[in-house]
């Protein structure tokens, strides 16, 4: 057993986290809890499955994903920051999905829910940011997930963040994403247009790629072939992303199968654009998202 690993298992708890190389060699906690299982590489510390008992995969993670330092791990939960999107001469989405996290802290709560925290490495070559952040996974019967930034510069610091969450679904063409409708976005898609959606619910019947606008509110996806409806409630949220990449775009990207839009769609919460971040020195923020589900 290489250094890294045996102090990584310093942190298993018997029965509920075990540590060990998971896709391409690299580490993997595997959370087992009364309620659900969960998996989260240190590589992005991105949580790649949560599975209720008795549900299927919460989660979407595409067959073609990479699992490789320096690359992104396509499906689950990128944790993309300090920007959204892509950005001139570096990488779309911001550093934090490509760098490996530390393990700064396990445990396991009497009701059986375990807690991860994770710790984005400071001073990384090359990104002028200076503060502390921290990426808290708690698994149960729903998925918490906490990005805390802390600016313990001295200076102002202004961010993006969003957790970019991809999930499961029966077929992309029967789900309805509800709980935007009049809501101002951008639309992505053939260039940026400010439009209001007047649906009362999202359905997919193309590309689809929008920035929802000042939205703090319950997101909830029905899906009648897996009669499951899933609710993302946030807080510490102004922004809502909608995305499926539909057929062009899904034979464009080298990690995602030509086919794989049919059982995905990414709703995710943040703080983007005109909504990013701006800390005074010695001021914490958190972005806070659960994730919950249910059989209908
Ligand atoms: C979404 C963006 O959040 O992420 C899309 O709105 C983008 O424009 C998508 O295509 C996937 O990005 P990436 O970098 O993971 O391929």
């Known amino acids: 057993?290489?250094?890294?690993?045996?102090?990584?298992?310093?942190?298993?708890?018997?029965?509920a986290i075990v540590?060990?190389?998971?896709?391409?060699?690299?580490?993997?906690?595997?959370?087992?809890?009364?309620?659900?299982t969960a998996e989260i590489y240190l590589h992005g510390a991105h949580v790649t499955t949560f599975q209720k008992n008795g549900e299927p995969p919460l989660l979407w993670m595409s067959a073609e994903s990479l699992f490789a330092p320096g690359k992104a791990i396509r499906g689950g939960v990128p944790v993309c920051f300090p920007w959204f999107g892509p950005k001139a001469g570096a990488p779309a989405h911001g550093y934090a999905r490509l760098t490996e996290?530390?393990?700064?802290?396990?445990?396991?709560?009497?009701?059986g829910r375990v807690t991860v925290r994770l710790r984005l490495p400071e001073n990384l070559e090359g990104v002028p940011y200076t503060g502390s952040v921290e990426f808290i996974v708690t698994v149960g019967d729903t998925l918490t997930m906490e990005l805390q930034v802390n600016n313990?510069?001295?200076e102002s610091v202004t961010f993006e963040e969003i957790l970019h969450t991809y999930f499961t679904v029966g077929d992309i063409a029967a789900i309805s994403v509800k709980g935007l409708h009049g809501v101002h976005y951008l639309d992505k898609v053939g260039g940026t247009t400010l439009k209001t959606d007047e649906d009362d619910a999202i359905r997919f019947t193309a590309e689809t790629d929008r920035v929802y606008l000042d939205?703090?509110?319950?997101?909830?996806?029905?899906d009648p072939q897996l009669r499951r409806l899933i609710r993302i409630e946030k807080s510490g949220s102004a922004s809502t992303v909608v995305w499926n990449p539909w057929v062009a775009k899904s034979k464009a990207m080298a990690d995602f199968g030509d086919e794989e839009y049919h059982q995905m769609v990414c709703v995710e919460s943040g703080n983007v654009g005109a909504a990013q971040t701006t800390l005074a020195p010695g001021v914490a923020n958190t972005l806070k998202v659960v994730l919950s589900s249910r059989l209908v």
Not at 101 to 111: E, I, M, R, V
Not at 215 to 222: F, G, K, L, P, R
Request: cysteine-free; overall charge negative; charged content about 15%.
């Open 1 to 15: 057993m290489n250094e890294q690993l045996a102090s990584l298992k310093e942190h298993e708890i018997t029965g």
């Open 19 to 36: 540590i060990s190389p998971g896709q391409g060699g690299l580490p993997r906690l595997l959370i087992t809890t009364p309620a659900s």
């Open 101 to 111: 996290w530390n393990l700064a802290a396990t445990s396991a709560a009497p009701d």
């Open 152 to 154: 313990h510069s001295t």
């Open 215 to 222: 939205t703090t509110h319950t997101v909830e996806i029905a």
